[in-house]
């Protein structure tokens, strides 16, 4: 496992432990880090209106397209890392 590997597995399990819950939009910003550095470029069909939810969060997610696995590991580190204090 490399190093940033490690740090964002720890940054992962660090959010839960964060001392207050982030605002919405920095929780946006959280999910889609994640989920670019997890799975990649968004994919599947956007959200309906009726789902104004999942269709935030998929829509912050594929604002991240073409950002690689180390770049999105690398900022949800230093992000989850300026929430900690």
Do not use: C, H, I
Not at 8 to 28: E, G, K, M
């Amino acid at each position: 496992m490399s190093a940033l590997s490690a740090a964002f597995t720890q940054a992962s399990n660090d959010v839960q432990q964060l001392p207050q819950r982030p605002d919405n939009l920095t929780l946006l910003k959280l999910y889609a880090l994640f989920k670019q550095a997890s799975t990649g470029d968004a994919d599947g069909r956007r959200p309906g209106l009726t789902n104004p939810v999942g269709r935030a969060k998929y829509d912050a997610w594929a604002g991240l397209q073409g950002m690689t696995s180390e770049e999105a590991m690398q900022s949800y580190v230093d992000l989850v890392n300026s929430l900690k204090g």
